[in-house]
C-alpha cells in the first residue's frame, strides 16, 4: 500500500522559510518522480515543483523559481519542498503526489497523493 504523509506546514511570516517534508511508504521515492502541489483558497490545484526518478532534474513553476526546492532523501524515503521569502501568496494546502506518466505539470500525471499540508504566510 502507497503512503504519502506531508508535514511541516504552519503559520510562519513573510519573507521567511519553511521545509516541508513528505514522508513515503510502500513505494521507494529513488524509483519515481515527485512532485509537489498546492491549492490556495479559491482556487484550483497546481503544480509548484517536481524531480525526477534520477533526482537529476527538478522543474518548477514561476512563481517559485529561485525561492522554492524540491529535494529528496532515499535513505529516509522522503520528498522535501524547501520554501524560501515566503510570500502572501503562498499561503496555501501543499499536497506531495507520486508521478506516474504525462505532462509533470497537469495533476492527472500522479497517481497518489497525501493529504495535504497548511501553509499560511502572515504579514
Known amino acids: 500500500q502507497v503512503r504519502l504523509e506531508e508535514y511541516g506546514g504552519g503559520l510562519v511570516q513573510v519573507g521567511t522559510s519553511r521545509r516541508l517534508s513528505c514522508a513515503v511508504s510502500?513505494?521507494?521515492?529513488?524509483?519515481?518522480?515527485w512532485g509537489w502541489f498546492r491549492q490556495g483558497p479559491g482556487k484550483e490545484r497546481t503544480v509548484v515543483a517536481f524531480?525526477?526518478?534520477?533526482?537529476?532534474?527538478?522543474a518548477y513553476t514561476d512563481s517559485v523559481k529561485g525561492r522554492f526546492t524540491i529535494s529528496r532523501d532515499s535513505a529516509g524515503n522522503v520528498v522535501y519542498l524547501q520554501m524560501n521569502s515566503l510570500k502572501p501568496e503562498d499561503r496555501a494546502v501543499y499536497y506531495c503526489?507520486?508521478?506516474?506518466?504525462?505532462?509533470?505539470?497537469?495533476?492527472?500525471?500522479?497517481?497518489?497523493w497525501g493529504q495535504g499540508t497548511q501553509v499560511t504566510v502572515s504579514s
Open positions: 524531480i525526477s526518478s534520477s533526482g537529476g532534474s527538478t
Open positions: 503526489a507520486q508521478y506516474h506518466t504525462g505532462h509533470w505539470r497537469t495533476a492527472d500525471a500522479y497517481r497518489y
Open positions: 510502500g513505494r521507494a521515492v529513488s524509483a519515481y518522480g
